[in-house]
């Protein structure tokens, strides 16, 4: 497991630090006044706040960049366009058998409802 | 009408009791359902003011969920945070929205349609929780706004042409140059960004998520709504054009579901989820109202009313996490059947509902709408079969996530659900799942 006396100070470390962090959690938790301070729900953690303030203000640090503006150009505008054009295609061509008289009377309209 | 919007009006000298407001909507909701064996095109005429298939549903959809509202949002009434004010603002929403779904004019339509714009800002701004409601409520009011400026214009174009700007007597317009698709853009964008479509529809999860569960469930329930009944009212004006854009909608409509269907299963924010699923429903019934046939207006119709109902409801469960835990976040709110075991119940019928399995109106919608899209174009399957599939993935992804799995350490112990709660989910649920049983309540 440990690589040299480096990673075992480095072991040691994390372990301190999570010790830390876990005697934090399990004072708060047991705390006997809980009960009396009313305010119920989960802990309040720092980290996992900053982690929903990141996904809530994501759209505040966009920066139009080329690459980005390429990726949406890509990803969003042209399967719409693309798939809009293939719809359009195959209504035209339909619209122009009907008017050309190659749809028999019976097969004008969807059958399966 | 007037025999529904004067006891309306009458309620809003009640707003000091909630109680006596609770059940004169209650009541007022079940005078609305007495009409539902009409059979004629247009009944409860007065006044400019009338209801037709469409509307009638719609009306009964608004008091309903007001009703629910009234129920769900039984903290504010406890801490007497401005109580009276809140039954205000929601009684006059209620009474613009009545007036929008059963106005026989376009103008008096509009009118209603941006004034019901301000009792959800003030729902927004005044018993929101976060000082990010502030942007939600200025992204929903300049977004509806700046799209619906441009519909007034063209109803007053219209009404110079025309002479007259009754629903009813619509003249269908004929022309193709550039002008008319510039018309026809204006008056079809204002409800597109309302219902929401994909590109605009950056305003609804900001609202969804910064609005109280009063605000949301309006929003979710009915608010959307507004955009499909708009456009079906508006699109008489434009049947020609129509044919001419129809493929962009559809498309947009489906690639912008999968999309967005595709970025649900990204949120953490419970909230968040629900409402991109909203954005998912309705671009499937946008494709549904501008296909033009008869089953897609049903499809559509039948969809609007179970989705109000279906996301009413979790956004109303999201709420009683919320109010328990404090947190919106689906990895503090997990394992939820081990914390509130009955309340699984009600996240379970709703969701599936929500993903549409039978017996839900979801389903009925969606089968409907899938067979018009498909009938239109058969290319189409592509899109609609990973709209369905991935639609079911979100909804499975909330739902086990939330409620499987050990739950969060931290979680202080709560009630598991209070009878009123139980209450508002059971009659978001029972419209929800019984009424397909006679649809043709709800069909054209």
Known sequence: MADGPESVSAIRERAAIKAAIKREYQKQVLNPYRHGSGEGGALFDPALQ??????????????????????????????ILGYGLLLKRDKDQFEKKIRTGQVAYADREFKFY | ???????????????????????????????????????????????????????????????????LILISSQKIKNLNNFSSSFISTNIFLLLFLMLTFSSMDYLMFYISFEASLIPTLILILGWGYQPERIQAGIYMLFYTLAFSLPLLVSLLIYYFLTGSLVISLGVPLEGEN??????????????????????????????????????????????????????????????????SFCWFWVSLGIVGGVYISLMCMRQVDMKSLIAYSSVVHMSLVLCGIMIFSLWGLAGSVILMVGHGLCSSGLFCLANMVYERTGSRSLMVNKGLLAFMPSMGLWWFLLSVSNMASPPSLNLMGEIMLILTVL??????????????????????????????????????????????????????????????????????
């Open chain 2, 375 to 444: 009938s239109w174009s058969k290319i189409s399957i592509l899109g609609i079969s990973l709209l369905s599939f991935f639609s079911a993935a979100y909804t499975l992804y909330m739902y086990s996530l939330s409620q499987h799995g050990i739950f969060y350490n931290s979680l202080y112990s709560c009630c598991s659900g209070k009878v009123s709660e139980y209450l508002s989910l059971f009659l978001h649920w029972l419209p929800l799942n019984a009424m397909i049983m006679n649809s043709t309540l709800l069909m054209i």
């Open chain 2, 178 to 243: 550039y002008l008319y698709k510039f018309w026809y853009m204006s008056t079809v964008l204002a409800f597109l960004v309302k219902l929401p479509m994909f590109m605009f529809h950056l305003w609804l999860p900001k609202a969804h998520v910064e609005a109280p569960i009063a605000g949301s469930m309006i929003l979710a329930g009915v608010l959307l709504k507004l955009g499909g009944y708009g456009l079906i009212r508006v699109l008489i004006m434009f049947q020609e054009m129509n044919k």
């Open chain 1, 50 to 79: 900053r982690f929903m303030s990141m996904r809530a203000t994501q759209y505040d640090f966009f920066r139009p960049t080329p690459k980005a503006s390429l990726l949406g150009t890509l990803m969003i505008v042209a399967p």
């Open chain 2, 1 to 67: 009408m007037l025999k529904f919007i004067l006891p309306l009006i009458l309620l809003m000298k009640f707003n000091k009791e909630w109680k006596v407001s609770q059940v004169g909507l209650f009541f007022l909701s079940f005078l609305i359902s007495v009409n539902c064996y009409h059979n004629f095109f247009l009944f409860n005429s007065g006044f400019s003011l009338g209801m037709d298939y469409i509307s009638y549903i719609m009306i009964l959809l608004s008091v309903w969920i007001v009703s």
